[in-house]
């Protein structure tokens, strides 16, 4: 039975916190970019690779909804789901969970980018290649058959 | 001539930046949330209001759009845009700027609830009111006939 992937825990640290003792909406992302550290290290796209090959994942957008508060000294998790990917870029989703409740937090879906650091002009586009494509091409597959989460292809607006 | 208001101004902290020395993803939102701090103030939505009315906002939905890298130690400036109003609802434009140049380094379009806190259930929507409603209503005004910001109306996704 596939499943989105538990890619990162922690406890909702003081220094992420409001003067309310509520995670602050900056800090629900950092969440995610650990997560997205920790998928990357799934795919082999760990620091060690990035030394030795020069690529890494730069995020081009983010999109957040913020469904529920979350404490101080809550432990939560968060769940990735792969939506899709072409031969340079992931599409990906992240759900943030008390522990292993059902019950979304908050959500998050991205759009990244693989990239050839450090050019004299600065990074460029990558194709994926080798062990790396292939284990995105295997996550892809498992994730295929997933239910589409609730909270993507949103778009932010007032009635008019 | 109206303009965007230049709400909040830093340096780009060491503690905000990956292994290369860039900022993070989250940390380009933490600079827009205390930029969102400076426009509640900028709207009498300060902490003194908040103690006393019992009221705040509250960040629904958040999309972001990185456009360039931002290096440690860079002086950048936020300008925000109100692009629309309803009665408890801010529908808001960030955008990340080096110093006072024209070029975005990174936007935000966010929707942001006008909210009672504390109460036995949690926080519940409040509408606007008194010299809080005046003021989002003058820049409502102000910020009417500015051109609608490129990173806008936002769909993640890849090509089927």
Redesign the interface.
Known sequence: MPAPLTTYQTLILPEWTD??GHL????Y??V??YATDALMDHLGLD?AHREASGHSL?????????LH?VRQGSRVQVRTQLL???HK?L?LYHSLHLGAAAQSLAAS???LLHVA?GGAD??RSAAFSGEVARRIEALGNAHRHLPRPAW????????A
Chains 1, 2 share one sequence.
């Open positions: 003067y309310n602050r909406d900056a800090f992302l950092l995610f970019s620091s730069f995020t081009l957008e983010c999109h957040l909804n913020y508060e899709g990917h072409d870029r599409h879906e991205q759009l650091l600065g990074a993507t292809g949103r778009v932010i607006g007032l009635p």
